[in-house]
C-alpha cells in the first residue's frame, strides 16, 4: 500500500527553520507579594528586545494583574517573552495550578503598528506554543515535577525559581 504522508502536513515547502536563543532573565522576573515568574526571552543569537520594550511587556503584566484581567494570586511560574522577526513580540505567561497543570495567557504585540501587547484570543483548537518556546517550556516542566518531588519548602521553592534553561532551540 503507497502512503504519501507529506499531504498530512501543514508546513509550508518554502520555509527552512533556524535556530534561536532562550535566554534567561532573572533580573526581569516578574514578582508581585504573592506570586514568581521566571522571565525568559527567545530570540535569534544577533537580535535584542529593547530594554524599554523589555520594560513595557513587564509593566502591561502588571497592570493586566492590577485590573484582575490576569490573576496570578498564589502562582509560581514562568513568562516566555519571544521576539518573532524585527518587531513582532509574543508574551506567554505560564502558571502551575491545581499541582501538576500548566495554565498560559498569551499575549501579542507587532511593535511596527501596535502601540501596545493585546490578548490572543483563541478558538476551539489552540496554538499553545511554538518550537522554539517549546525549549523553555520543557525544561520548566522538568523542573516542576523536581519541584513536586521536593519537601516544597522555602529551599525548594528557592531552587524552582534558579532552575533555569539557557541555550539553543
Same mark, same amino acid.
Given at each position: 500500500?503507497? %502512503?504519501?504522508?507529506? +499531504?498530512?502536513?501543514?508546513?509550508?515547502?518554502?520555509? +527552512?527553520?533556524?535556530?534561536?536563543?532562550?535566554?534567561?532573565?532573572?533580573?526581569?522576573?516578574?514578582?508581585?507579594?504573592?506570586?514568581?515568574?521566571?522571565?525568559?526571552?527567545? /530570540?535569534? $543569537?544577533?537580535?535584542?528586545?529593547?530594554?524599554?520594550?523589555?520594560?513595557?511587556?513587564?509593566?502591561?503584566?502588571?497592570?493586566?494583574?492590577?485590573? +484582575?484581567?490576569?490573576?496570578? $494570586?498564589?502562582?509560581?511560574?514562568?513568562? &516566555?517573552?519571544?521576539?518573532?522577526?524585527?518587531?513582532?513580540?509574543?508574551?506567554?505567561?505560564?502558571?502551575?495550578?491545581?499541582?501538576?497543570?500548566?495554565?498560559? $495567557? &498569551?499575549?501579542?504585540?507587532?511593535?511596527?503598528?501596535?502601540?501596545?501587547?493585546?490578548?490572543?484570543? %483563541?478558538?476551539?483548537?489552540? %496554538? &499553545?506554543?511554538?518550537?522554539?518556546?517549546?525549549?523553555?517550556?520543557?525544561?520548566? %516542566? /522538568?523542573?516542576?515535577?523536581?519541584?513536586?518531588?521536593?519537601?516544597?519548602?522555602?529551599?525548594?521553592? /528557592?531552587?524552582?525559581?534558579?532552575? /533555569?534553561?539557557?541555550?539553543?532551540?
Amino acid at each position: 500500500m503507497t %502512503q504519501h504522508l507529506t +499531504r498530512f502536513t501543514s508546513v509550508a515547502p518554502e520555509y +527552512r527553520h533556524y535556530p534561536k536563543e532562550v535566554v534567561p532573565l532573572p533580573d526581569h522576573d516578574l514578582v508581585l507579594p504573592d506570586a514568581h515568574l521566571k522571565w525568559y526571552e527567545v /530570540r535569534k $543569537s544577533d537580535a535584542t528586545v529593547p530594554d524599554a520594550l523589555r520594560a513595557e511587556a513587564h509593566e502591561f503584566l502588571l497592570a493586566r494583574v492590577a485590573d +484582575r484581567d490576569l490573576d496570578l $494570586s498564589g502562582d509560581l511560574g514562568f513568562v &516566555v517573552h519571544h521576539l518573532c522577526g524585527e518587531a513582532f513580540h509574543f508574551l506567554i505567561a505560564c502558571t502551575w495550578r491545581n499541582n501538576n497543570e500548566m495554565w498560559l $495567557s &498569551v499575549y501579542a504585540r507587532d511593535a511596527a503598528r501596535q502601540d501596545s501587547f493585546e490578548r490572543v484570543e %483563541q478558538g476551539r483548537h489552540l %496554538q &499553545v506554543v511554538c518550537v522554539w518556546e517549546m525549549g523553555a517550556v520543557l525544561h520548566e %516542566q /522538568r523542573a516542576w515535577i523536581e519541584y513536586l518531588k521536593s519537601p516544597r519548602d522555602e529551599a525548594a521553592t /528557592r531552587a524552582y525559581l534558579d532552575d /533555569r534553561f539557557a541555550g539553543a532551540v
